[in-house]
């Protein structure tokens, strides 16, 4: 069983940053890679960043890309997702997504809880 738990969303004035934190517990091997998505009410889910397992290879959305930073750190089984420059626009719920995570049940994807990101203008 793999849990996740996500932290550092909150509310913040445009312009101000925010740091995300996502943290996976319990019995599994190894985790490939790391998402973070967002979703605004009755919209999809859609890609914010991701990582690659040794955190060597980083992608982004167009509309964050320059202001987003996303890091893992394999030891801890953390990713993280550090916002500067937010605007209104990114107001949605964030969340993390690791990608073929290894147990002794098989290899699987999971999804974070979700945590608010409000910006206010």
């Known amino acids: 069983q793999v849990e996740l738990v996500e932290s550092g969303g909150g509310l913040v004035q445009a312009g101000g940053s925010l740091r995300l934190s996502c943290v996976a517990s319990?019995?599994?091997?190894?985790?490939?890679?790391w998402f973070w998505y967002r979703q605004a009410p009755g919209n999809e889910r859609e890609f914010v960043a991701s990582?690659?397992?040794?955190?060597?290879?980083?992608n982004y959305a167009d509309s964050v890309k320059g202001r987003f930073t996303i890091s893992r750190d394999i030891a801890k089984h953390t990713v993280y997702l550090e916002m500067n420059s937010l605007d209104p626009a990114a107001n949605d719920v964030y969340y993390c997504?690791?990608?073929?995570?290894?147990?002794?049940?098989?290899?699987?994807?999971?999804w974070g809880q979700g945590t608010q990101v409000s910006v206010s203008s």
């Open positions: 997504n690791p990608v073929k995570v290894a147990t002794a049940e098989g290899v699987n994807d999971y």
């Open positions: 990582i690659n397992t040794r955190g060597a290879y980083t």
């Open positions: 319990g019995t599994f091997f190894t985790i490939k890679d």
